[in-house]
C-alpha cells in the first residue's frame, strides 16, 4: 500500500478553496479528468457524508463515497470500485489558511490489485499518475479561484462559492 500525497497553496479563501475542491464536478477544468458527477448526495450537503460521487480520469474509473465532512477544513473518502482494480484504505483532503491563501493537503493510501506485481505497478506507475492527476485538479482549482472578481481597495465582497466545472 502507497501512500501519496500532493500539497500546494491555492490563492483564495479557505471557504472558497474547500467549496471547488470538494465539488467534484470541478475536476473537469484539468485536463485529466474527462467527467465527473455526483451520483447520490450527502446527508447534510450535496457533497457531505454518505455522497457518492463518479470519476473517470485519464488514469481510470472510480466510485468514491465521502466519510467525513468538515467544512472548511477537511473531507474524506474511500474508493469503493475502481476500474484498473485497486485497494484503497483512505482518501483526505486538509485546508489550512496559510500566507497567500489556503494550504491544501491531498492525500491517499492506496494500491493497484494485481497478483505478484501489484507492489511495483503502484510504486513505478500508479503513485506518479496519482500525484500528476492531483497536482492538475490543484492547479486547475488555483486557476479557476485566482480568475474571481476582485474586490474594489477599502471594501469588503463576500464571495459565494464557485461551482465551475461542467460534466461532460
Do not use: K
Request: proline share 8%; charged share 20%.
Amino acid at each position: 500500500m502507497e501512500t501519496m500525497t500532493v500539497e500546494r497553496t491555492i490563492d483564495a479563501p479557505i471557504d472558497e478553496v474547500f467549496a471547488w475542491l470538494t465539488t467534484t464536478t470541478n475536476y473537469t477544468c484539468s485536463p485529466l479528468v474527462l467527467r465527473c458527477r455526483l451520483t447520490r448526495h450527502g446527508e447534510s450537503a450535496p457533497y457531505g457524508v454518505g455522497a457518492v460521487r463518479s470519476h473517470l480520469w485519464l488514469i481510470g474509473r472510480l466510485r468514491e463515497r465521502i466519510t467525513h465532512y468538515d467544512p472548511p477544513y477537511a473531507t474524506e473518502y474511500v474508493v469503493e470500485r475502481s476500474f484498473p482494480p485497486s485497494r484503497h484504505e483512505l482518501g483526505r483532503m486538509t485546508f489550512t489558511e496559510a500566507d497567500g491563501g489556503t494550504r491544501v493537503n491531498w492525500t491517499t493510501r492506496a494500491e493497484m490489485r494485481a497478483p505478484l506485481v501489484g507492489a511495483f505497478l503502484t510504486r513505478h506507475l500508479v503513485r506518479p499518475m496519482i500525484t500528476r492527476s492531483f497536482g492538475s485538479i490543484l492547479d486547475a482549482a488555483d486557476t479557476a479561484l485566482a480568475q474571481r472578481p476582485q474586490p474594489e481597495p477599502g471594501t469588503t465582497t463576500a464571495h459565494a462559492p464557485t461551482s465551475g466545472g461542467t460534466s461532460r
